[in-house]
């Protein structure tokens, strides 16, 4: 059974510091994705990480991915208020008719 | 944006009466699924389907059953609520096999007393 862990849970993070949270998953898989919603709403999604050492980038979060080590990496530079809200991850299970696990969700919130 | 509706977006219902939650997508997409979002839990996987009638459990699917008899269609039903299934409902469909990329409706707030 495919686990996805997320951690921390809940994160307070400064305005203008760096941050790093993590994604771990329990069984080999090549795909994995981050969400992010804001309270009330939907999930929208962030990034597709397709295969080993994929980097991607939107402003100032980065996203990564090491499927040796079942790792994800999300990076937040100089964390600001807009990016209050939660992120999952989740990560496709293998064979045919594959479907998303996510992770609990991790939500961060920025102070000043 | 995905054109992913559900409806309806709020329900308040009581113990043992049947609801039906619909999602209906003008995207043409193959794969349709149907997650419960609860506090402590992240987005729990319910039912999905990855074409016209053919559909298949998730992680969570003890009391919920579904139907899909057209593409643009997928049906959640409690055939008799209970106050465990107070969540709020996600659909969500993909039609890029390559990605396998997600796009979620905007949610459906069952409340079961």
């Known amino acids: 059974e495919l686990k996805v862990e997320q951690n921390p849970l809940f994160l307070s993070m400064q305005e203008g510091k760096n941050y790093t949270i993590y994604c771990n998953y329990s069984t080999t898989s090549d795909r994995l994705y981050w969400y992010r919603q804001d309270p009330g709403k939907s999930l929208e999604s962030l990034f597709v990480?397709?295969?080993?050492?994929a980097v991607k980038q939107e402003g100032r979060l980065m996203a990564s991915l090491d499927t040796k080590a079942r790792l994800s990496t999300l990076h937040i530079t100089a964390a600001v208020h807009d990016l209050s809200a939660t992120y999952f991850c989740a990560v496709t299970s293998t064979g045919a008719n594959s479907k998303l696990t996510f992770g609990k969700g991790i939500t961060l919130s920025v102070r000043p | 944006d995905a054109g992913i509706t559900q409806s309806p977006r709020h329900k308040v219902t009581e113990t043992g009466t049947p609801v039906t939650l619909r999602c209906h997508q003008t995207e043409n997409h193959r794969y349709m699924y149907w997650y419960r979002q609860d506090p402590g839990h992240g987005l729990r996987l319910i039912h999905y389907?990855?074409?016209?009638?053919?559909?298949d459990k998730g992680e969570v699917s003890d009391g919920y059953s579904v139907s899909r008899s057209k593409t643009e269609d997928f049906l959640l039903t409690l055939e008799s609520a209970t106050s465990s299934q107070t969540s709020v409902y996600f659909c969500?469909?993909?039609?890029?096999?390559?990605?396998?990329?997600?796009?979620f409706g905007e949610g459906s707030r069952l409340t079961v007393l």
């Open positions: 969500a469909i993909s039609g890029q096999p390559n990605t396998g990329e997600l796009f």
């Open positions: 990480l397709l295969s080993n050492g």
């Open positions: 389907s990855y074409g016209v009638k053919d559909t």
